[in-house]
């Protein structure tokens, strides 16, 4: 599980390294090989940037996904869902007569 979380995060940070300088490079390397226009290079690498973000976007609901099903297959409960019950066995308990002690029979 923690490898699979492990190539999530390095995808994801692949993506990001997309860099503004990096962006700029990209569109001097375009506009000479290629004879594309600067404008043409801003418009192609916008799309390129927001690839990334898409993918950087999936990759994280994905890994969040998978995090999920390895707790549920696990047997864990999420946070809130633990604090939810704690809360209601406090207020379980906060009912129950104090000179009985907690988990007696009743």
């Known amino acids: 599980m923690f490898e699979l979380l492990e190539k999530a995060a390095l995808t994801a940070l692949g993506a990001a390294?997309?860099?503004q300088?990096?962006?700029e490079e990209m569109i001097q390397e375009l506009k000479a090989h290629y004879k594309m226009s600067e404008e043409?290079?801003?418009a192609?690498?916008?799309r390129i940037q927001e690839l990334a973000r898409a993918g950087r976007e999936r990759t994280a609901e994905i890994a969040e996904a998978e995090?999920?099903?390895a707790l549920d297959r696990m047997g864990m409960v999420p946070r809130d869902e633990f604090e939810r019950l704690e809360?209601?066995?406090r207020a379980l308990e906060a009912l129950q007569p104090q000179?009985?002690?907690?988990?007696?029979e009743c």
């Open 99 to 104: 000179d009985e002690e907690p988990g007696s």
């Open 87 to 89: 809360r209601r066995v």
């Open 17 to 19: 390294s997309l860099t």
């Open 44 to 46: 192609f690498l916008d």
């Open 40 to 42: 043409e290079g801003k």
């Open 67 to 69: 995090v999920k099903r």
């Open 21 to 23: 300088k990096k962006g």
